[in-house]
């Protein structure tokens, strides 16, 4: 059995975990997913829409602060009680606290910066980038769990319409667990949708040729209702901010729409963007990599075609 970690915010499971879940559930077998916090009962049942047959849910006032050390108490509860054999995360800094945790706690292995899943004489066997992203190598387990921490946005988080059966489970927490305690939680100021949940991302690369070329790239976006993301080059060199990098050291991200202005399309920017549902570049330069791999391809100064684009947008939508 799988199971699957789901990370909530204000009520709502995260996309992040969803698409893991989504991706477990398209392998077959049985997949499960966990929610742990105080009050979670209503947005655990969601995880039925995306492939679990079963949520577990841990509900208790002294999991209401997002700590990873009563989550690690958690779910070694979960998974002692179900049985898993694989148990999932998609990355984000809590996560990747709870599963070094669990790991630890349950001298299991964990795979980290996993960016595809599949089976092996129905043994889990996951991919992960190399040698600088170069290239992607199968990496397993010598033992159960079999604990993985997923690149974030690596899958799509691909509605079923099935239901899922809420269990509860109760969970001792040890006294070391819950000696920290949250004094306050700070959220980063923002308007419209993050480069982690938008549906449509437009990102812009030297192409783009200054700072304010990025105007470009924000009218398109506004104009489909998506987000702006960007490459590590113009990040940078300061055009736009490190929380909108996309790539190998930035983050992975899978929209329905990815729009790359003026990006050439190095291996390091497409390890971040290449599970986007359809791609489409524009660039002057017709022998840039990102042709290679995109699903439409425009030729062409993004300061002539972008505007174009927008403006078309905009009348379709009028």
Not at 107 to 118: I, K, M, P, Q, R
Not at 227 to 237: G, H, N
Not at 287 to 299: E, H, Q, S, Y
Not at 305 to 313: I, K, M, N, S, Y
């Amino acid at each position: 059995m799988t199971l699957v970690f789901l990370e909530h915010h204000d009520g709502e499971l995260q996309k992040g975990g969803l698409g893991v879940l989504a991706k477990a559930a398209s392998l077959g077998g049985e997949v499960a997913a966990v929610v742990v916090g105080h009050g979670v009962r209503a947005a655990a049942a969601a995880a039925g829409n995306y492939g679990a047959s079963t949520v577990y849910v841990v509900d208790d006032p002294a999991l209401e602060a997002p700590l990873p050390q009563p989550r690690v108490d958690a779910l070694e509860a979960v998974v002692r009680a179900s049985g898993a054999e694989n148990v999932l995360f998609a990355a984000s800094v809590l996560s990747a606290d709870v599963a070094a945790g669990l790991a630890a706690r349950l001298d299991a292995g964990l795979n980290w910066d996993v960016t595809d899943l599949a089976l092996d004489g129905g043994t889990l066997v996951a991919k992960r980038p190399a040698l600088g992203d170069t290239v992607l190598v199968d990496v397993g387990w010598t033992s159960t769990p079999r604990i993985a921490l997923v690149r974030s946005g690596a899958f799509e988080a691909v509605e079923t319409g099935g239901t899922a059966t809420v269990q509860e489970v109760a969970a001792e927490l040890r006294d070391y667990s819950t000696a920290a305690r949250m004094v306050e939680q700070a959220h980063e100021q923002s308007s419209g949708p993050s480069i982690e949940d938008a549906d449509v991302i437009v990102a812009g690369g030297r192409g783009l040729g200054a700072p304010e070329g990025f105007r470009l790239a924000e009218e398109l976006a506004e104009a489909l209702g998506g987000a702006v993301a960007a490459t590590r080059a113009v990040v940078d060199a300061g055009w736009y901010p490190y929380s909108t990098q996309v790539g190998q050291t930035g983050k992975s991200v899978s929209p329905r729409l990815y729009i790359a202005l003026g990006i050439s399309g190095a291996i390091q920017h497409k390890v971040g963007m290449q599970s986007s549902g359809t791609i489409v570049a524009i660039n002057k330069d017709p022998n840039a990599p990102i042709f290679d791999f995109a699903d439409f391809g425009i030729v062409g100064k993004v300061e002539d075609v972008a505007p174009r684009l927008a403006e078309l947008v905009r009348r379709r939508k009028a």
